[in-house]
């Protein structure tokens, strides 16, 4: 029952990302630490590495690496501080800090900013996906919040263009600190045909569900699980 449950939210969470560009993990990641913490963060990171291959190649005409050098480049350090946060917090705090991440994802995708992707901002975007992708999972919120205002499409393909490298970075570096063993490798199996599921549905059906009404839904969902998320720490 439980990985029937882990699979349908992965599948939701991956339907997600596919239509609005990020979200797997805000979607995933807080319901799959209560039924058991060694999904998070390696095999959600798993999950969103394979989930952002199939979107690459689906949208690759859309896929423009330039000015995702910086990003990148960010990422490393960022992962690195990431790594090491899971080596000092213990599983209570890291389920407060999911549920913060996940706040945050919505506070983010909430707001009205308009903040153009500049070198800088770029740096400081990857630096920060990669401390919250390493130790939460949650890395798509500071690349979507400077991306959130361009052409949809491109938003998809860019983000997904991102996640595949920094998916991969995290998971070499969670792997000699333990992360990322056997354990993480056979929780992640069963949850991949349910990403590719996601995937599938939402490659089918993205066109005929308003952009806005899904997204709304997504942000109340990923709202009640952050704040679940949290109130778990208290309670």
């Not at 807080?30 to 999904?39: M, R």
């Amino acid at each position: 029952m439980e990985i029937l449950i882990a699979c349908a939210v992965v599948m939701l969470g991956a339907f997600v990302q596919t239509a609005l560009g990020f979200g797997l993990a805000v979607v995933a990641a807080p319901i799959l630490y209560f039924i058991d913490p060694y999904y998070v963060p390696a095999p959600v990171t798993t999950c969103a590495l394979v989930l952002s291959v199939f979107n690459v190649l689906s949208m690759r005409q859309q896929v423009s690496f330039r000015g995702l050098g910086n990003a990148v480049i960010g990422r490393v350090p960022g992962s690195l501080l990431g790594a090491a946060l899971l080596l000092w917090i213990d599983k209570d705090w890291l389920a407060l800090w999911i549920g913060l991440s996940v706040l945050l994802a919505v506070a983010v995708s909430m707001t009205s900013l308009r903040w153009q992707p500049t070198p800088g901002r770029m740096l400081l975007a990857g630096f920060m996906s990669g401390f919250m992708g390493t130790s939460s999972s949650i890395g798509g919120p500071p690349m979507a919040l400077l991306w959130q205002h361009q052409e949809v499409n491109l938003i998809r393909a860019n983000l997904s263009a991102f996640f595949v490298i920094s998916c991969l970075m995290s998971l070499i570096i969670l792997a000699p600190i333990g992360q990322f063993g056997s354990r993480q490798i056979l929780l992640s199996l069963p949850l991949l045909p349910a990403t590719y599921l996601g995937f599938v549905i939402a490659r089918r059906s993205m066109k005929s569900i308003p952009h806005q009404q899904l997204r709304v839904a997504s942000l109340a969902l990923c709202a009640l699980a952050g704040l679940a998320a949290v109130l778990s720490f208290w309670f």
